[in-house]
């Protein structure tokens, strides 16, 4: 994209996106608190993203061209939001578009790599909006209609994520929350705790609900504060 364009729309990552959606008041603490906790899930989805984000590994595997670690962006107005996916998979299709006018054209398919399948259901929703806003990015730098899938390590599988199908639907919910997320930045604010919020695995628990001590006596308190 070579013109050039003066956004007004504050930038946002597209990882922050997953933010958003797991808890926008982590997101908040995240980003406007500038706060940070890390926990034994972070550690591992660290360790995964490690060995799947290398630059330099270009690779072929099954007929298909593999590149880790891709920066795309989209700076649309309604969207300017950049990042890094983990791995982009080039196959040759004639129905697809030629990144190189020299080769073959290829269809593409993002693949994000998950520590852990969730038990109850394929996907979680914010793993699919992460990705999702992944796919704006991908198909403005390369053009095309991508595909999508993730794949979670524990069971060693990939899950197609249906960001073809529910286009429409899931540009919507990510514009909607893109315009969310920018008015909160503007103002500072973080978002309170949604009602019903499950926190028992979030790294930021600590930080976001610090447990209280219990006072057995002030007195006792006040005269531990003196000595």
């Known amino acids: 994209r070579s013109s050039y364009k003066i956004?007004?729309?504050?930038?946002?990552?597209?990882?922050?996106?997953?933010?958003?959606m797991y808890c926008p008041h982590r997101w908040g603490l995240l980003e406007i608190d500038r706060a940070w906790a890390e926990n034994v899930f972070v550690t591992k989805a660290n360790l995964l993203h490690e060995r799947v984000h290398d630059p330099e590994?270009?690779?072929?595997?099954?007929?298909?061209?593999?590149?880790?670690s891709v920066p795309v962006y989209n700076d649309l107005e309604a969207y300017n939001l950049y990042g890094v996916t983990d791995c982009l998979e080039l196959t040759e299709d004639s129905q697809g578009i030629?990144?190189?006018?020299?080769?073959?054209?290829?269809?593409?398919?993002?693949?994000?790599?998950?520590?852990?399948?969730?038990?109850?259901?394929?996907?979680?929703?914010?793993?699919?909006?992460?990705?999702?806003?992944?796919?704006?990015?991908?198909d403005y730098v390369f053009g095309g209609d991508c595909d999508a899938v993730l794949y979670?390590?524990?069971?060693?599988?990939r899950v197609p994520l249906p960001v073809k199908e529910n286009f429409t639907e899931y540009d919507q919910r990510l514009r909607q929350m893109l315009a969310e997320m920018r008015d909160f930045?503007?103002?500072?604010?973080?978002?309170a705790i949604p009602k019903g919020q499950k926190c028992g695995g979030c790294s930021m628990r600590d930080l976001?609900?610090?447990?209280?001590?219990?006072?057995?006596?002030?007195?006792?308190?006040?005269?531990?504060?003196?000595?």
Do not use: N, W
């Not at 080769?103 to 793993?127: G, L, N, W």
């Not at 979670?152 to 599988?157: F, G, H, I, N, S």
């Open 7 to 20: 956004m007004t729309s504050t930038e946002i990552t597209i990882r922050s996106v997953q933010h958003y």
């Open 57 to 68: 590994r270009h690779y072929t595997a099954r007929g298909r061209k593999v590149f880790t």
């Open 98 to 138: 030629s990144i190189d006018e020299r080769k073959a054209s290829c269809q593409i398919c993002i693949v994000e790599y998950k520590p852990t399948r969730p038990k109850k259901k394929e996907y979680h929703e914010e793993d699919l909006m992460q990705v999702f806003a992944q796919k704006i990015c991908v």
């Open 152 to 157: 979670y390590a524990d069971v060693k599988k």
């Open 185 to 191: 930045l503007e103002k500072g604010m973080i978002p």
């Open 208 to 227: 976001c609900m610090p447990s209280i001590k219990k006072i057995e006596s002030v007195r006792t308190e006040i005269e531990k504060i003196g000595k």
